[in-house]
């Protein structure tokens, strides 16, 4: 592969970037190479990884840098990509590298990493990979922002020193405007901020863990629940959540404490979670950015009516209040403290929300404060040098060395050269259960869009169909299918080490040995197939063979990483997180924003109104098209008919 | 839509069934109606949903039969399903009924219900729907059947009056031979057999919960722990499981009680899921067809050795050993009852597998044993019955009002005539959050196939990729690439009663309410769009149009149904496992088998023997493509390296 494809340094100019793919030689090569792909048998991957060259120039490894691991003080650690099983070749990584660098790629990353407003349809930076950078880390950015932002005034870190044990941190007002947007001033002033909040999670995790601030009834806390939308809040931190649940250190960490989550209006999940939390020892986490978002406010208001009423009924808190549920135990995370303290939340209890993007929000205070008040502060530290760690890879390596890059290059290969319209993420432990649906959102979400930049149509469709299993359960489940039926690309995840040793004494092999035997099989097995000559060889008799044959050629990456602890989570949380940005930037779209997800929002007002104003009036269906119409008046009839039986 | 359309009597002919719908003029005579759909806005969902007449057509309601409710003991029940909102005129419907007449699909339901060998690979009968049916249910078998296949001779139920209570149920050897082909004498011989399997369970359960039965420590079980393999043991029980939860009956039943799977080998697995259980209340589960399956009797072990070491610190037991725990702790479901008693498990303990093809198990044993001791007897009986109530429908329906059929047409006209390779289904229930796992798992592993029933290639993908969220879940997650990136279509789900009320005071509407307003509103949306035109009314700046506008066309269905218990439950497993069943037999494969499963389990021996001789010897890695070689010693050295620094 070519020298040439080093990290661009080039400086940003947002009008070059109405280019689109479609517009360019480069993707017109590409199509004519993919051309070749349907027809050439020696392009089908059993045939294309007995070529030992070949395979190897197709691994890319990851080692943390010396210098940065000594500097984060970490072990350094290993991260494997083997794309030797994607349908590629060297010419199609070059075409590939071709097409990057005609779409700007690297200039368009570096936009990125230096502030500029690259979503442009909100006229917004993209700033979450400025959340992982260590302190006094030299940022510097590239403007130019609207003058009149307002700019902070006070030093962020006025109040550190001056303040009492239990306020050591800024307060929400303290550390205003909250919005990281607003603190664009420069590199230091942005970073300053970030740390400042940080710090504040720091010290209110130490004081909450070790007892110092407890509940209303003076118990030290061991529960933590989340109330928030399904987005940001959920995915992502439930996925580090269940990633760290079995990790020795997380695992010693958040011995005998429980993490829950509201995150729909769904009635029954409210008592789901509750289920099994003690209102006593429980902190309430209200994550909502405007503070008035209707789901997430009732929500927010049946905690509190929760943790009230079930407070009262105890011996020493007969006197619970909202007033003091609320300013001992409920917290926030939002940009708009002033609600949240109408709501009753304190001060000191209020985070700034900092306005990133919700699917790319999780190593902000959306996703750090929970998880720090659970797994600790450490822990999280951890997690947030190892999403640094991937930033630094993906900002600085080599393209052809650049994991996140390439991954995202050959999203855009499968999807939109080979046509595929799905991909699948497999992690071989069962701890990485909830990651399959993280990708989803951040994945699809991001990239499932109809217009270029420039809102003019897309000749393709965006965004992959994203799904995804533990290994060990699609095995006897959908991978039927990919053997004989659809094919989907699938990057399969697996680590040298797993989390914890249980092994049977006696058995052969460890467990681990086991489970990792099939990462290395299904995907041999799902590029090489199985032909009908080599079925006679085995005598299978002649009715059964064609159903036994497997045609092979299904694409995957193999990665293959060290452990799955903290640090890994966040390399990984991190390398799709640019793998969906390079697929956007590649296809000229703006991944940041989401005004299709707002339409069926818009909708439901309607339907809102009109059940409300049936149920109270009596009122008849008005306004809907003939299907929606009729299966409302079901819906309300059946009402009607239940409360007539019950009289 | 015509009437000609009532469910089929035609006797089976398996020779016809060759029959492949590609090479029949109907198949033709939709492509041509298809491309239609591509081009013509009058077909653009928007304006097909004016159309009232259409809509009205286009909705079909299945409400329990009142003879069958009454016989059952059950209040009708009400699904509807709403299709109007598919991109389908009542000619498209048409056109799909001629191409399931010349395909004979109502034949070979026909066929299965009364236990043809439909499944030709494995020269065997489809009996899922014969769990469900009632005693004494008018069955007749149309064989031919196998002449020397073992019968049995003793009476299955001659043990029933004579035993004291504890061995009330008919042993493992008295009802063997134990799979459901080797009654097949004729339809009282099956349904007797499946009623006496029924009533063992119904007896033990009932001995299990009311604490006549102990454990080694002689306390009462609270908790059961299922192992087995992920395939039928797993999706489809704990999708019953999680949707139970909350249902009053069932929740009331399971108060204080835990149910718990180990389905992979993965060694995290069986650590969490045995994480809060108590070893000396709770009773293994051991679900293995062989009883020789690798992984699920390592599983098995390591569970006995889990209670035993458990049992041994507790004061009063400390002399359980793997004799007593096997035999009162564990139970088998298997057709090996030789090696489940070699394993130590009792004869009274050990149930019979049934040997239904895994994914349509979950009637069978496979689930209802572990069910009913976790929820009731009673509260399975609903289930039974509800599924039951499905298969009635499904088998007597006219074809233009029955469910799964019309599901079953809509799969196909949406993936081989309208393109889409991908479904979604979303349920308006956090209830149902694992039921796209299993249908996923029902679905793909049975229609992911490449070879007609006669073994000639398919000219057509069969099987779409199946996904899917709980509905306020995507809301925030994927819906925007619904609306403005890839189209799929979708099933939607929702209720006309929560499970439980948990209403608010003094907000406007029920939290239920709330949901469903959603329910209506997104497919509507999504069928609707909207268009530039409409965002210009809205003042919005030019720059944003484009990418706030949705081009609507999305497909979707509507489900509702009157409430989510077990009856419910029952109803949506029978209706998809029929859906499923039908696009089979409209494509001419085999949904039954599942050969392309094996390949990976073929490789991954390979690659266990390769660790295990490295391991050992320190032999190098041979035999493997170039690929999977090199990660190979990348896993392997790393061990090395980690023993090293060890010393």
Known sequence: MSMRHNAGNGSASSTSWVLKCTDLPQFDALLAHAERFYTDDKLHLRNLCKNSARCTGLVTIHRTAPALSSYMGIKPRTVILDYSRQRVTGETMELLFDLADAVKMTERREAMKSGVKINTTEDSPVLHHVLRLPENYPIVLQGPYNEDLPRPERSTQRNRSRTPPTETHATAEAVSPTSLKQHLKDGPSLLNFIHTVRKNIQQITEDIRSGKKRSVSGKPFDSILCVGISGGTYFGTNCVSSALQMDPAAFEASKGRKLRFVATMDPVDFHQATSDLNPSTTIVVVISKTFTDAETILNARTARSWLVENLKKEEGTKGATETNASALQMFAVTDNPIRSRQFG???????????????????????????????????????????????????????????????????????????????????????????????????????????????????????????????????????????????????????????????????????????????????????????????????????????????????????????????????????????????????????????????????????????????????????????????????????????????
Not at 368 to 386: A, R
């Open 345 to 647: 939340i304190s001060k000191e209890n209020t985070f700034p929300y900092l306005a990133i993007c919700g699917r790319f929000s999780l190593c902000s205070p959306v996703g750090l404060l929970p998880l720090s008040l659970h797994f600790s502060y450490p822990v999280m530290c951890d997690f947030l040098k190892g999403a640094h760690d991937m930033d630094e890879h993906f900002f600085n390596a080599p393209l052809y060395d650049n994991i996140p890059v390439l991954l995202g290059l050959l999203g855009v290969w499968n999807s939109t050269f080979l046509g595929y319209s799905c991909r699948a993420v497999v992690p071989y432990t069962r701890a990485l259960r909830d990651f399959p649906a993280y990708v989803q959102k951040l994945d699809m979400e991001s990239n499932g869009k109809r217009v270029a930049l420039d809102g003019t149509l897309l000749l393709h469709p965006t965004g992959e169909i994203n799904l995804g299993e533990v290994g060990t359960t699609i095995q006897h489940s959908w991978i039927q299918l990919l053997h004989q039926g659809r094919e989907m690309p699938v990057d399969f995840i697996g680590f040298m080490e797993p989390q914890q040793h249980f092994d049977v004494p006696g058995e052969a092999l460890s467990h681990h040995d086991e489970l990792m035997s099939h990462f290395f099989a299904q995907p041999d097995a799902l590029a090489t197939g199985k032909t009908v000559v080599e079925i006679i060889q085995e005598g299978v008799s002649e009715k059964l063979r064609e159903h036994q044959a497997c045609p092979g050629n299904r694409p995957s990456s193999s990665l293959l990483m060290t452990r799955l602890d903290a640090y890994a989570m966040g390399q990984l949380i991190a390398m799709y997180e640019h793998r969906t940005v390079i697929q956007g930037f590649i296809w000229g779209i703006n991944s940041f924003d989401r005004y299709g997800a707002d339409l069926g929002i818009a909708f439901s007002k309607k339907v809102r109104a009109q059940i409300s104003n049936s149920r109270k009036t009596g009122a008849s269906v008005q306004g809907f098209d003939a299907s929606t119409g009729r299966l409302l008046e079901h819906y309300l009839a059946h009402r009607k008919e239940v409360d007539k039986i019950k009289g």
